[in-house]
T-cell receptor
Framework: EDQVTQSPEALRLQEGESSSLNCSYT??????LFWYRQDPGKGPEFLFT???AGEEKEKERLKATLTKKESFLHITAPKPEDSATYLC?????????????FGRGTSLIVHP | NAGVTQTPKFQVLKTGQSMTLQCAQD?????MYWYRQDPGMGLRLIYY???????DKGEVPNGYNVSRLNKREFSLRLESAAPSQTSVYFC????????????FGDGTRLSIL
């Protein structure tokens, strides 16, 4: 069974305190890993797609990396506006189409 | 620039009532999805439609039905609502091909008493 595990469940940081979120997965036939940001009362918003081990993507203070078993979302010098829940999803073949499986997310709070 | 639009945004039902959640996308996407999100459980796939005219069950389909009305619209129906179906429901769509991200609506918050 495909599984996606995110850690930690919750993370509190001071503004400027860099850290990393983890997404580990066991999926047969991986065809992409996605990171999303979700603000309270809103739907998830797409951040990055990673496809192959060693790949990296960056956007402002966020950097996503991928290995064969896990992905990291590095947050450099975070600001309070980075507070959100970050979701990881892996896309695998489901016998007819590619279906994403989501992790439970990491809730990030950045204090000023 | 609407993206994915869900209606209604909020709904309260009594046990046993039925209702349909509506979803429409204006991005010409082939694939559409329905998820539920519960505290501590993450996003769980209810049903999906890989293309117009097809629908398939996801992880938690029991108690739900779907209709892919056309390429733009994908509805979710609760025939006889139960308190266990109290949740936030999200609709999403994605384009054709590998590594296409999903675009989500802002959800329907459904309470069943």
């Amino acid at each position: 069974e495909d599984q996606v595990t995110q850690s930690p469940e919750a993370l509190r940081l001071q503004e400027g305190e860099s850290s990393s979120l983890n997404c580990s997965y066991t999926v047969s036939g991986l065809r992409g890993l996605f990171w999303y940001r979700q603000d309270p009362g809103k739907g998830p918003e797409f951040l990055f797609t990673l496809y192959s081990a060693g790949e990296e993507k960056e956007k402002e203070r966020l950097k996503a990396t991928l290995t064969k078993k896990e992905s990291f979302l590095h947050i450099t010098a975070p600001k309070p506006e980075d507070s959100a829940t970050y979701l990881c999803a892996v896309q695998a073949w489901a016998g007819g189409s590619y279906i994403p499986t989501f992790g439970r997310g990491t809730s990030l709070i950045v204090h000023p | 620039n609407a993206g994915v639009t869900q209606t209604p945004k909020f709904q309260v039902l009594k046990t046993g009532q039925s209702m349909t959640l509506q979803c429409a996308q204006d991005m010409n996407h082939n694939s559409m999805y329905w998820y539920r999100q519960d505290p501590g459980m993450g996003l769980r796939l209810i049903y999906y439609s890989a293309s117009e005219g097809t629908t398939d069950k996801g992880e938690v389909p029991n108690g739900y039905n779907v209709s892919r009305l056309n390429k733009r619209e994908f509805s979710l129906r609760l025939e006889s609502a139960a308190p266990s179906q109290t949740s936030v429901y999200f609709c999403a769509s994605s384009g054709v091909g590998l590594n296409q991200p999903q675009h989500f609506g802002d959800g329907t918050r459904l309470s069943i008493l």
